[in-house]
């Protein structure tokens, strides 16, 4: 498992549930939650950039209003407790996420799962603010943010929480409940 090392059992046990039962590949899910957290996998982290998201999966405020809570409440969970609204979050994506790009594009973008890996995302001249609050993610700094220059950092991720040092190789217990 990808990052599984810097998890608890029980974070590893319910992850491992939840990527059963969306039909999402572990280590897609672990890499995006290791993007989103710094690494930490903090239920506490807050976005640098002050947009208000936090957490596993950087939920943002009107996401956890939907969800019937606060992001100061998401943020006062445990991570292991987090993770059941990462799971109620991408229920409906359920099926649709098939690759790593398209497990971070359901949190980051989700009009943009099932397309293609060249699909642009956000322009610098279409959408200057969504463009300008995203910029670290242009690739090549041409402008233009395309879903796979979206996913690189989250591809780096993965890499490197699949390296021994952060890999873990020990039993999970799929069958433990959220």
Do not use: C
């Amino acid at each position: 498992m990808a990052w599984g090392q810097k998890v608890s059992q029980t974070f590893r046990d319910r992850i491992t549930w939840t990527a059963d039962a969306l039909g999402v590949e572990l280590d897609y899910l672990m890499a995006v939650m290791a993007f989103e957290t710094g690494e930490t996998f903090s239920a506490s982290v807050r976005n640098g950039a002050g947009s208000g998201a936090t957490g596993l999966i950087q939920f943002m405020p009107a996401t956890a209003r939907g969800m019937g809570t606060t992001t100061d409440a998401l943020a006062a969970m445990s991570a292991e407790d987090q993770i059941a609204y990462v799971y109620r979050y991408l229920l409906p994506y359920k099926g649709r996420m098939r690759t790593l790009s398209d497990v971070y594009m359901a949190v980051l973008w989700p009009a943009a799962i099932g397309k293609p890996e060249s699909a642009p995302l956000w322009t610098q001249a279409e959408r200057p603010t969504t463009y300008r609050q995203n910029a670290g993610l242009d690739g090549n700094r041409d402008g233009t943010i395309t879903k796979a220059e979206a996913a690189g950092k989250v591809r780096e991720k993965l890499e490197r929480g699949l390296m021994p040092l952060y890999a873990w190789t020990g039993a999970v217990h799929p069958s433990v409940t959220k």
